[in-house]
Every structure is written in structure tokens, then in C-alpha cells.
């Protein structure tokens, strides 16, 4: 079995170890590294829609519609069969929190930024933000106010 030295190099059962006086063997500490990838189970992201000539806005329901037909365009009914919850939606700046599980985060966002029309008008979709942490949404450095 190889274990990690305090420094970091592997080492195996075969070399020696660290002696001590006299020449009897010390007890080497062991360390085990772990890697988490793909910890979080979903992704946040921070969306704007963007129409640029004005016209009817869509509701709650609509976007999440929007959503999901972005969705299909590009990556058929398995696409569309992704689960994305729209947390927040304000209809005034049309911007959105989407939560995706993370294996789809690639998909909604490529979708999202390849969907051109809504209502056979031109649209674009920006991700402003995001996450695999819903706090880090909360706030942006950028649009901080000092008094």
C-alpha cells in the first residue's frame, strides 16, 4: 500500500523509513488524500434576458417555458428532460436563478446562449453569474455601494 509523506511523495512498504537513534524505526505518519469532484449535487446560475425591441415581457411560467424550449432545440427531449428549477424571476429586469444539477450544467448554459428568438423576435440570453453555492449569488462585488 503506498501512503503520502509530509511532503508529499509516495511512498511504498518497500523503502525504508525514517530511523532514529540508534537505528530503530519511528512511527511515520500517514496521510491519505482525498479528491471531491463533483461535490455539489446542482449549479446556480444568474441569467438576464435580453429583448432588444421592447414588446410583451414574459411571466414566471414563460420563461421557465423558454427555458426548457431552449433546451430542446439543442439537445432534443433528452435536453428538455433536464431538470432546471427557476428559484427567482423578476419580470421588471428579467433576470433569473436557475438551479440545474451539475452533470447539466454545461447543457443548460450552452443552450441558453444559442437560443435567438422569442415570439419570432431576437433575444439573447447572458449568464451574469454562477455557482455551485446558491450564497454566492446573493451578492456581486461589482455593483457594491460604499457610503
Known amino acids: 500500500m503506498a501512503t503520502l509523506t509530509p ?34 449535487e446542482h449549479h446556480y446560475l444568474r441569467v438576464r434576458l435580453e429583448l432588444p425591441d421592447g414588446g410583451a415581457r414574459p411571466n414566471a411560467a414563460q420563461f ?16 428538455a428532460a433536464l431538470p432546471v428549477d427557476v428559484l ?19 447543457k443548460l448554459w450552452s443552450a441558453l446562449t444559442l437560443l435567438g428568438f422569442y415570439q419570432n423576435r431576437r433575444c439573447a440570453f447572458r449568464v451574469l453569474q454562477t455557482s455551485p453555492f446558491l450564497l454566492a449569488l446573493s451578492g456581486n462585488s461589482r455593483e457594491l455601494v460604499l457610503d
Open 64 to 79: 421557465k417555458q423558454l427555458v426548457v424550449t431552449a433546451l430542446r432545440e439543442l439537445h432534443g427531449e433528452v435536453g
Open 88 to 106: 427567482t424571476y423578476e419580470e421588471k429586469t428579467l433576470s433569473a436563478i436557475l438551479r440545474v444539477i451539475s452533470s447539466g450544467l454545461v
Open 7 to 40: 511532503r508529499g511523495r509516495r511512498r511504498t512498504g518497500r523503502e525504508g523509513g525514517a530511523r532514529g537513534p540508534a537505528g530503530r524505526g519511528m512511527a511515520e505518519a500517514a496521510f491519505e488524500r482525498r479528491v471531491l469532484r463533483r461535490a455539489a
